[in-house]
Protein backbone atom coordinates (compact mmCIF):
# COMPACT_ATOMS: atom_id res chain seq x y z
CA UNK A 1 0.00 0.00 0.00
CA UNK A 2 1.56 3.57 -0.74
CA UNK A 3 0.77 6.12 1.68
CA UNK A 4 1.55 8.82 -0.16
CA UNK A 5 -1.22 8.52 -2.40
CA UNK A 6 -3.31 7.11 -0.01
CA UNK A 7 -5.69 10.16 -0.92
CA UNK A 8 -6.08 9.29 -4.24
CA UNK A 9 -6.81 5.35 -4.84
CA UNK A 10 -10.14 3.73 -5.09
CA UNK A 11 -12.64 3.61 -2.30
CA UNK A 12 -11.73 -0.20 -2.15
CA UNK A 13 -8.32 1.06 -0.58
CA UNK A 14 -10.21 3.36 1.97
CA UNK A 15 -9.00 2.50 5.93
CA UNK A 16 -10.70 3.72 8.80
CA UNK A 17 -8.22 3.92 12.19
CA UNK A 18 -10.18 4.06 15.58
CA UNK A 19 -7.16 5.40 17.97
CA UNK A 20 -8.58 4.67 21.76
CA UNK A 21 -7.65 4.76 24.71
CA UNK A 22 -8.01 6.77 28.13
CA UNK A 23 -7.68 10.48 28.79
CA UNK A 24 -3.99 11.33 28.89
CA UNK A 25 -2.62 8.09 26.90
CA UNK A 26 -1.40 10.16 24.18
CA UNK A 27 -3.57 8.97 21.82
CA UNK A 28 -4.69 12.14 20.13
CA UNK A 29 -1.00 12.75 20.04
CA UNK A 30 -0.45 9.67 18.23
CA UNK A 31 -4.01 9.84 16.07
CA UNK A 32 -2.92 13.54 14.33
CA UNK A 33 0.56 12.10 13.69
CA UNK A 34 -0.72 9.07 12.29
CA UNK A 35 -3.37 10.71 10.08
CA UNK A 36 -0.46 12.88 8.53
CA UNK A 37 1.84 10.23 8.31
CA UNK A 38 -0.40 8.11 6.03
CA UNK A 39 -2.35 10.92 4.47
CA UNK A 40 -6.04 10.75 5.90
CA UNK A 41 -8.57 12.32 7.48
CA UNK A 42 -8.74 13.41 11.59
CA UNK A 43 -11.49 13.54 13.64
CA UNK A 44 -11.08 14.09 17.61
CA UNK A 45 -14.14 13.50 19.82
CA UNK A 46 -12.45 16.59 21.87
CA UNK A 47 -12.51 19.10 18.81
CA UNK A 48 -16.21 17.81 18.23
CA UNK A 49 -17.13 18.60 21.56
CA UNK A 50 -15.39 21.97 21.27
CA UNK A 51 -17.85 22.62 18.06
CA UNK A 52 -20.76 21.23 19.56
CA UNK A 53 -20.18 23.79 22.91
CA UNK A 54 -20.42 20.41 25.13
CA UNK A 55 -17.26 21.25 26.94
CA UNK A 56 -17.76 20.29 30.81
CA UNK A 57 -20.72 18.13 29.62
CA UNK A 58 -19.54 14.69 30.36
CA UNK A 59 -22.85 12.77 30.64
CA UNK A 60 -23.37 9.64 28.70
CA UNK A 61 -25.82 11.63 26.14
CA UNK A 62 -23.92 14.75 25.28
CA UNK A 63 -20.96 11.83 25.02
CA UNK A 64 -23.21 10.13 22.40
CA UNK A 65 -23.91 12.89 20.76
CA UNK A 66 -20.43 13.68 19.91
CA UNK A 67 -19.77 10.35 18.94
CA UNK A 68 -23.15 10.28 16.57
CA UNK A 69 -21.55 13.67 15.17
CA UNK A 70 -18.13 12.06 14.75
CA UNK A 71 -20.59 9.27 12.77
CA UNK A 72 -22.07 11.73 10.77
CA UNK A 73 -19.06 13.45 9.62
CA UNK A 74 -17.29 10.05 8.76
CA UNK A 75 -19.56 8.62 6.81
CA UNK A 76 -19.33 11.73 4.36
CA UNK A 77 -15.69 11.39 4.79
CA UNK A 78 -16.26 8.22 3.27
CA UNK A 79 -18.21 9.49 0.30
CA UNK A 80 -15.26 11.72 -0.22
CA UNK A 81 -13.06 8.53 -0.80
CA UNK A 82 -10.49 9.36 2.07
CA UNK A 83 -8.98 7.33 4.56
CA UNK A 84 -9.90 8.29 8.08
CA UNK A 85 -8.34 8.10 11.78
CA UNK A 86 -11.14 8.61 14.19
CA UNK A 87 -9.96 9.97 17.83
CA UNK A 88 -11.49 9.03 21.41
CA UNK A 89 -11.81 6.96 24.39
CA UNK A 90 -14.41 4.84 23.14
CA UNK A 91 -14.56 3.42 26.07
CA UNK A 92 -17.91 1.40 25.25
CA UNK A 93 -18.72 -0.92 23.36
CA UNK A 94 -21.71 0.54 22.50
CA UNK A 95 -19.76 3.36 20.65
CA UNK A 96 -17.24 0.95 19.33
CA UNK A 97 -19.98 -1.01 17.78
CA UNK A 98 -21.25 2.58 16.23
CA UNK A 99 -18.10 2.20 14.01
CA UNK A 100 -17.80 -1.32 13.80
CA UNK A 101 -21.33 -1.13 11.99
CA UNK A 102 -20.29 1.85 9.73
CA UNK A 103 -16.93 0.47 8.52
CA UNK A 104 -18.91 -2.82 7.67
CA UNK A 105 -21.90 -1.11 5.78
CA UNK A 106 -19.95 1.28 3.55
CA UNK A 107 -17.06 -2.06 3.13
CA UNK A 108 -14.79 0.35 4.51
CA UNK A 109 -11.78 -1.99 6.29
CA UNK A 110 -11.27 -1.14 10.57
CA UNK A 111 -8.06 -1.22 12.49
CA UNK A 112 -8.19 -0.82 16.02
CA UNK A 113 -5.28 0.94 17.99
CA UNK A 114 -5.45 0.81 21.72
CA UNK A 115 -2.83 3.97 23.04
CA UNK A 116 -2.31 3.30 26.70
CA UNK A 117 0.15 5.13 28.95
CA UNK A 118 1.91 4.85 32.88
CA UNK A 119 -0.52 6.04 35.37
CA UNK A 120 2.39 8.34 35.95
CA UNK A 121 2.84 9.31 33.14
CA UNK A 122 -0.93 10.39 32.17
CA UNK A 123 -0.96 11.93 35.81
CA UNK A 124 1.65 13.98 34.35
CA UNK A 125 0.01 15.19 31.19
CA UNK A 126 -3.13 15.52 32.68
CA UNK A 127 -1.86 18.18 35.38
CA UNK A 128 -0.94 20.61 32.14
CA UNK A 129 -3.74 22.79 30.16
CA UNK A 130 -4.63 21.30 26.96
CA UNK A 131 -6.83 23.32 24.71
CA UNK A 132 -9.35 20.58 23.38
CA UNK A 133 -9.92 18.32 26.66
CA UNK A 134 -10.73 19.17 30.08
CA UNK A 135 -10.20 15.72 31.55
CA UNK A 136 -7.89 15.30 34.33
CA UNK A 137 -7.39 12.52 37.24
CA UNK A 138 -10.91 12.21 38.11
CA UNK A 139 -12.49 12.07 34.52
CA UNK A 140 -9.29 9.23 33.92
CA UNK A 141 -10.37 7.49 36.90
CA UNK A 142 -13.90 6.94 36.16
CA UNK A 143 -13.64 6.31 32.37
CA UNK A 144 -10.57 3.65 33.53
CA UNK A 145 -13.02 2.17 35.88
CA UNK A 146 -15.92 2.12 33.25
CA UNK A 147 -14.11 1.02 30.29
CA UNK A 148 -15.47 -1.66 28.45
CA UNK A 149 -13.03 -4.93 27.16
CA UNK A 150 -12.47 -4.60 23.82
CA UNK A 151 -13.56 -7.70 21.67
CA UNK A 152 -12.28 -7.04 18.35
CA UNK A 153 -9.10 -7.13 16.99
CA UNK A 154 -6.73 -4.51 18.02
CA UNK A 155 -2.95 -3.46 18.74
CA UNK A 156 -1.93 -2.07 21.69
CA UNK A 157 0.39 0.81 21.43
CA UNK A 158 1.82 2.38 24.63
CA UNK A 159 3.03 5.75 24.73
CA UNK A 160 5.67 7.85 26.21
CA UNK A 161 6.88 10.65 25.85
CA UNK A 162 10.21 9.54 23.13
CA UNK A 163 8.72 7.22 21.13
CA UNK A 164 6.51 8.76 18.27
CA UNK A 165 8.23 7.40 15.25
CA UNK A 166 8.55 3.60 16.69
CA UNK A 167 4.35 4.05 17.86
CA UNK A 168 3.48 5.40 13.95
CA UNK A 169 5.82 2.45 12.62
CA UNK A 170 4.16 -0.10 14.61
CA UNK A 171 1.21 0.91 13.52
CA UNK A 172 1.69 1.20 9.97
CA UNK A 173 3.26 -2.01 10.08
CA UNK A 174 0.12 -3.65 11.75
CA UNK A 175 -2.41 -1.73 9.36
CA UNK A 176 0.01 -3.13 5.94
CA UNK A 177 -0.06 -6.49 7.33
CA UNK A 178 -3.59 -6.95 7.78
CA UNK A 179 -5.03 -4.93 5.28
CA UNK A 180 -7.46 -7.14 2.99
CA UNK A 181 -7.49 -9.91 5.56
CA UNK A 182 -11.16 -9.22 6.50
CA UNK A 183 -11.85 -9.53 2.65
CA UNK A 184 -9.42 -11.83 1.39
CA UNK A 185 -7.47 -8.94 -0.61
CA UNK A 186 -3.74 -8.99 -1.11
CA UNK A 187 -2.06 -5.98 -1.45
CA UNK A 188 1.41 -4.98 -2.35
CA UNK A 189 3.10 -3.29 0.96
Same mark, same amino acid.
Given at each position: ? *????? =??????? %? $??? @???? !???S????????????????????D??????????????????????????????????? *?SL?L =??????? %? $??? @???? !???????????????????L??????????????????Y??????????????????????????????A??????????????????
Amino acid at each position: M *NWRGM =DKVSKSA %Q $VII @MVMG !LPGSGKSYFAKNLANKIHAEYLGSDELRKELGLMGSYQLDNKLSVYEEMFDRAKKIHKSG *NSLVL =DGTFYLQ %Q $VRD @MFIF !LSKSLSWQLFIIHVTASEELIAKRLSKPRTDSEADMDVYMRIKSEFEPILEDHIMINSTDTNLRESLELAEKFIKSNYGKARGKDIDV
